[in-house]
Structures are given as structure tokens and as C-alpha cells.
């Protein structure tokens, strides 16, 4: 038997800046636990160099990789940094390059971090497809090196250290996979929300931190739909990809989408939102990366404002949802340069699916195939966005995320529960697809979408 699964709820919902959970998040935050780790060992470089490899060298341009590390090496974190200043950073670094570090300075050009091509590092020898490493420079030494992956969702760790920090003590409900989380949810008579905060209550460190945590995400989920729905015009980076979120949901306030379909296309509305929020490098919250973010909160945000969710129950359905993230992170991967965007769009339209059908009064059965519905149906599904940016396919993928959630949920809810393929099952097949995937199809922007655009 494996050991219980314990990665944190708000771990998987980690408020940051987009574009990229693992391109931008994980990068700042690896580049901030080397800055650490040199501060704590009195090590006051000349310099800092950090080559970037894999994925993070493919499509760090597009997706603000190299900013990210600076910011990091400032010892800035993604749920503070000042955004005005993140995106600033390059011209303020080239008038002056000394940034405060300890007793003293050091200097970090922006030209320090370097996008290595495949040919300057044996690729098939990278511990992750995300891959970085830091040097802390004095004149031709190296006084201090690290190499750190970003793994998806904003997660980050060593080579040599690949085991997420545990929590403080076992968990209450210990849980290994899906069966065994069901299993414990029908023990307490409860939902799989409830084992997850039962779990997360016995680690806090003081009474109401978790419930305080998860309203702290759902304002943020809120916020960032309305900046979304507040902007117009064309998103950053050259593709020319105008936002229309605004557009979508005036044209469902105004009637003009069919009946049937307007709370499906309210919440497209809000994913397009979060996802263009995402795009321009603004504030977001994994779930469970920065380029799946629209799903979860689309789809639960339109339905809590339909029906006065008491706060309770939003509470349990994020819980819920991240139970399937928990899953899925342990078991398989939530990282696009690993196993392709089954791992992020589909293991989001499976968060949502749970939490939809929990909230429309699944039982924890229901629930767990609501999941499996929607992950089975994004299975090869590649990650291949145009000029490496998080716009193209991804901020329609989104909105075709919260279309699938709803359908998983309702197949789950009005047909005869099926139990040929548990969640378990497809996850492991997601990871096994997901090896099988030619490195082109996995965020290195060398196939599929991103190399059809014609030449001009
Ligand atoms: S295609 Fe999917 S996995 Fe790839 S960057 Fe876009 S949302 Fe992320």
C-alpha cells in the first residue's frame, strides 16, 4: 500500500500570477528557495546565472519564465508580488542590476537566465521536463549550485528530493486513491469534502485557519472573474488574441443564447474571464494550474450565485474538488509538459464534475464517477499552445472544460452509475498515455496547434 496522500487543499489552490502555474508560479518560487538557501548558508554572490531547460527553455518566452525567476531571485513570492512591479522588472534591472541580498547586493542581469536549446544539454537526462538550475557566482567559482523542477501547479522540488514535505502528522482519514477516499467518506457519512477537511482541521494551527483559507481562494476565484469581465481589448504577446469574455456574457445577459444553455455559457463567460486574466500575467489561482484555472471556479462560482450556496457548502465542494487533484497529482501528474493538458484540463473538468455533482446532490459514488466521466473524456489530450503562450488553444479548452463538467456530472446524476472504469483506472491510464506522448505534444510547442499557424 502506498503512503496516505498528503498533498494540502491549498496547495492545489495556491493563489499566484499567471500565465503558467509551472512556467511562472514554480519557477518564482524555486528561484526564491535558492535565494534562501544561500542567505542561510551567508553566501553573498558577485552574480547569479540560471539556465533553463526542457519545457521551461521551449516555452518560457511565452510564458514569463525568465521574469519569474528574477522576481524569485528578489525574493518575491506569487501571491504578493506587486504585479505592477513583476511586469516592470526587466527595464528596472537594466538601468540598475543590483538587487538587495542579506548584508549587501548582487547583481542580476536579465540576460542571466538563459532558455538553453536541446543541443546545449542532454535532454533525455533532465530529472523533469522542467527543469532549472542556479549558480551563485564569484568572478569564474561556483559558490553554490542547485537544480530545481517544476513539477505542475505551482509545486516545486529537488532531484535528490523528490517528496512533497509532509503535513504536520498523519492524516485523521488517511485516504491512498479514489476507492479508499470514497471508502472513507462513506465511513463518516459524509462527502469527499468532508474527509479532506476533517484531515486539513487536524493539521491546522489554529481553529478556522482551512475555512479562512478556502474564502480566501473564493475571493480570489471572484476577483479574478470580475478584472476578467471588467477588460477588453487584445491579450499580450503578439497573437493577436482579442479577450472577449465580456462580449460572451453580455450576449448571455441579453437573451440571446439559447435558454437551454445559459448557465453553461455564463460560466464560459467566467472562464474566458480568468483564463484572459491568466494570459495578460495577472492574479489567478491554480486549480490545478494556471492554464486550467477557469474551470473550477467558473463552473462553482456561476452555480453558488444561482442557488446562495451557504458558505459551507462552497467550502466542501472547493474540498471536494481538490480531493481529485490530490488524486491525480499523486498517482499520475497535473503538469502539461509531463502528460500533455489531460493532466490540467482534464484533471480540472474532473475537479469540477465532483464538486457539480455534489452539489446537485450526487452521492459519493456519483461523485467519483462524475470524475472518472470527465477525465476519461480529455484522455490524449496534448498540450501544443501557439507561440508558447497560454492563449491559444487554452483559454477555449477552458470554456470547453465547464461544458464537459456539466456534462459528466449530469450523465453521473440521471443514468445508471457504471463501474467499468473507476477513477482510479483512468488515472492510470492518463499517466500511461501521457508517457506514451511524443515530447512535440507536450508543452514544448513543437507540434500539433502551435506549428499550423501558416508561415508569413
Ligand atoms: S494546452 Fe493545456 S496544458 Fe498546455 S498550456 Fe494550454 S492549458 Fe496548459
Known sequence: MTPPITVRLLEVF?????????????????????????????????????????????????????????AGLHGWAPETVDLDLFHALRETLAKDPRIPWGSGSVT?????????????????????????????MSGKDTLFEETWCSVGGGFVQRPEDPSIPPPPGAPLHPFHDGRTLVAR???????????????????????????????????????????????????????????????LLARVESGRVE???RHIARAQAYAFAINEENAAGGR????????????????????????????DVIRNAVATAGAIAMIVKTHASISGAEVGCQGEVGTATAMAAAALCQLMGGDVKQVEVAAEI????????????????????????????????????????????SNVVSLDRVIAV??????????????????GLAVSLPEC
Open 185 to 247: 467518506a462513506k465511513e463518516l457519512r459524509g462527502s469527499l469534502g468532508d474527509v479532506i477537511l476533517a484531515n486539513e482541521q487536524g493539521w491546522e494551527t489554529r481553529p478556522g485557519e482551512v475555512a479562512d483559507g478556502i474564502d480566501h481562494v473564493w475571493a480570489a476565484f471572484q476577483a479574478c472573474i470580475s478584472r476578467g469581465l471588467e477588460r477588453k481589448g487584445d491579450l499580450p504577446g503578439g497573437l493577436g488574441v482579442k479577450r472577449r469574455a465580456a462580449e
Open 108 to 136: 542580476i542581469r536579465p540576460e542571466a537566465v538563459r532558455f538553453l536549446r536541446y543541443a546545449e544539454y542532454r535532454h533525455e537526462e533532465l530529472p523533469h521536463p522542467n527543469t532549472m538550475r542556479l549558480r551563485a
Open 14 to 70: 495556491r493563489i499566484g500570477l499567471g500565465p503558467s502555474s509551472s512556467h511562472t508560479v514554480g519557477p518564482m518560487r524555486a528561484a526564491a528557495f535558492f535565494r534562501e538557501g544561500c542567505l542561510a548558508r551567508g553566501i553573498l554572490p558577485e552574480r547569479v546565472e540560471v539556465d533553463l531547460m526542457g519545457s521551461l527553455s521551449a516555452t518560457g518566452h511565452g510564458h514569463l519564465t525568465d521574469l519569474a525567476v528574477l
Open 284 to 311: 489567478v489561482v491554480t486549480a490545478p494550474t494556471n492554464g486550467a484555472a477557469g474551470i473550477v471556479p467558473a463552473v462553482l462560482v456561476e452555480f453558488a450565485e444561482r442557488t446562495m450556496l451557504h458558505p
Open 259 to 261: 435558454r437551454v444553455y
Open 374 to 417: 470527465a477525465m476519461e473524456h480529455n484522455l490524449g489530450l496534448t498540450c501544443d499552445p501557439i507561440k508558447g503562450l497560454v492563449q491559444a488553444p487554452c483559454i477555449e479548452r477552458n470554456a470547453m472544460g465547464v461544458a464537459k463538467a456539466w456534462s459528466a456530472a449530469q450523465l453521473s446524476l440521471h443514468s445508471v452509475v
Open 430 to 447: 492518463m499517466k500511461r498515455t501521457g508517457e506514451d506522448m511524443k515530447r512535440e505534444y507536450k508543452e514544448t510547442s513543437e507540434g
